[in-house]
C-alpha cells in the first residue's frame, strides 16, 4: 500500500512599507505668500491607500483627496497635516507654512530689458507684463499675450544715450510691430518734469514695502510719456497702468554688449 504526496506552491505580494511625504505650490498669483493665499497640496506618498488632510485655520479645514488645495485668508503660521493609511497601519507628518500680511505691491527684481535690436532678434525682450512677471520679445507676442503687456522699453543702441518707456498702445512709433491689443499705460521718464504728488529718489524705492508710498502718485495725461533719458544713474521711472494699478521702475544698470545683446537690468515694485 504505497503513499501519494502532492505539493503545491503560489506567491504572496507584500507591499512596500508606507513612505509619507508632501510638497506644495502656490497659485501663481500669490508665489509672495502674502494674504490671502492658495496652495495647491503635492502628495508624494507611497503605498498608502487613504489619506486624511488637516488644515486649521484654513479653507477647507479638512479633506480626503490624494491632492487638494487650501485657501489660507489671514497673515499666520499655519500646520498642515497628512495622515495616511494602508489598511493596517497609519502614519502622520506636519509641516508649517507662513503667510505674510499683504502689501498691496508685488516686488520684481532684476528683470532684463532689452534695447530694440536684442528684442527684436528674440535675445532679449523689451516688453513685460506686471501680471505674468515675465518679459516678451517680438516674437512671443501675440493676440493672446498682447493684452497683459503693460511696460514697453525703448532704446536705440548699445550706449544707451536715448532711452524710453512707452505706452503698448504706442510701440510701432519707436520701431517695434505693433503690440494686439495693446493696453495703454502711463509712464513718467523724467520726475523733474512732473508735478505727480511723490519725488522718489532711490533710497526711497528701496525702502517701500507696501503700496503707501504709490497711493498719492498722479500722471496727468498731458505730461505722460513725453519725456527720455540717458544713462545715468540712479533713474527712478514712475507709471500707471490702464486697469489702475501703480508703480515705479529702478533702473540698475545699463548692459552693453553686442547690440543684439545689450540691455537694461532693472526693479519693479507695482500694485496688485
Known sequence: N??????????????ENMVIDFTWETAFEDYDYEAPVKLFMNNLTQNAISY??????????????????????QPGIYTISLTVSNGKT??????????????????L????????????????????????????????VNVSTGSDIDIAFQSQNNTFGFNKFISPVNVDQYGFAAIPS??????????????CG???????????????????????????????????????VLFKTQDGRKGAIKIKQFV???LNQSYILCDIKVQK
Open 198 to 236: 511723490l519725488n522718489f529718489t532711490e533710497a526711497q524705492f528701496d525702502a517701500m514695502v507696501n503700496e503707501t508710498p504709490l497711493q498719492n502718485l498722479s500722471i496727468p495725461n498731458s505730461v505722460a510719456g513725453q519725456q527720455q533719458f540717458g544713462n545715468q544713474l540712479p533713474r527712478i
Open 256 to 258: 552693453s554688449g553686442a
Open 109 to 140: 527684481e532684476n528683470l532684463k530689458l532689452g534695447v530694440n535690436a536684442a528684442h527684436n532678434a528674440n535675445n532679449v525682450g523689451a516688453f513685460y507684463s506686471t501680471k505674468l512677471r515675465r518679459s516678451f520679445t517680438a516674437n512671443e
Open 90 to 107: 497609519t502614519q502622520t507628518v506636519n509641516k508649517q507654512v507662513t503667510v505674510h500680511p499683504d502689501s498691496g505691491i508685488y516686488i
Open 182 to 195: 495693446a493696453q495703454q499705460t502711463l509712464f513718467i521718464n523724467s520726475q523733474s518734469v512732473c508735478n
Open 2 to 15: 504505497g503513499f501519494e504526496t502532492f505539493s503545491k506552491s503560489d506567491f504572496v505580494h507584500v507591499n
Open 52 to 73: 486624511q488632510w488637516s488644515f486649521p485655520g484654513g479653507n477647507p479645514l479638512s479633506e480626503t483627496d490624494v491632492n487638494p488645495s487650501v485657501i489660507y485668508s
